[in-house]
């Protein structure tokens, strides 16, 4: 099985990426579904139209995976309530609409896709995005941002589930250069 897979990391500024598992590389971007400051009802409503209008552009996409949110507690004191609420719902949105449009909705947790893409879980958050973007750049993938590499590194551990080589990419074995 080699669905097209859409990797979401969704936040105020959305990291996307899609492809196949057998392709080379896939395609990623990022993008801010309202300006800042928006209201939620803005914020949802843009997203489920981003969804729509990315969907349609690419009717083979099979699977959608999102990046769950941690739970409040283990964000305190790093975000807000608004926050905490604005990735809810969007991952509210993404599992309404890709359940209404008959996709497979996947969810994935941070720890556990930074385990396969890094190698580690135990690295904070900011150290994570630049090896994220790293890990990216020595696939041969050039993200636009940090939001686009952790969605890139989303769609790389949904895609070593139906192609379990891919897993070797990542593997610390094959990070290691020969002098």
Avoid at 103 to 117: G, L, T
Avoid at 127 to 151: F, H, M, Q, V, Y
Wanted: proline share 5%.
């Amino acid at each position: 099985m080699d669905p097209r897979i859409l990797a979401l990391d969704l936040a105020s500024r959305t990291g996307w990426a899609c492809g196949n598992p057998s392709e080379d590389r896939p395609r990623s971007g990022s993008v801010r579904f309202a300006r800042q400051g928006a209201s939620l009802g803005t914020v949802y409503s843009a997203c489920r139209q981003w969804l729509a209008d990315f969907l349609t552009a690419n009717p083979d996409v099979r699977l959608i995976v999102f990046e769950a949110p941690m739970a409040p507690q283990h964000m305190a004191g790093f975000t807000t309530a608004h926050i905490i609420r604005v990735l809810i719902g969007l991952c509210a949105v993404v599992e309404e609409f890709g359940h209404s449009g008959g996709y497979d909705v996947r969810k994935a947790k941070v720890s556990e896709v930074r385990e396969h893409f890094l190698g580690t879980n135990r690295i904070k958050r900011k150290e994570a995005k630049s090896a994220t973007i790293d890990a990216c750049n020595r696939l041969g993938w050039a993200p636009c941002d940090d939001n686009a590499a952790d969605a890139l590194a989303l769609w790389h551990y949904q895609a070593s589930v139906f192609d379990p080589k891919l897993a070797l990419q990542t593997s610390p074995l094959f990070r290691r250069r020969i002098a």
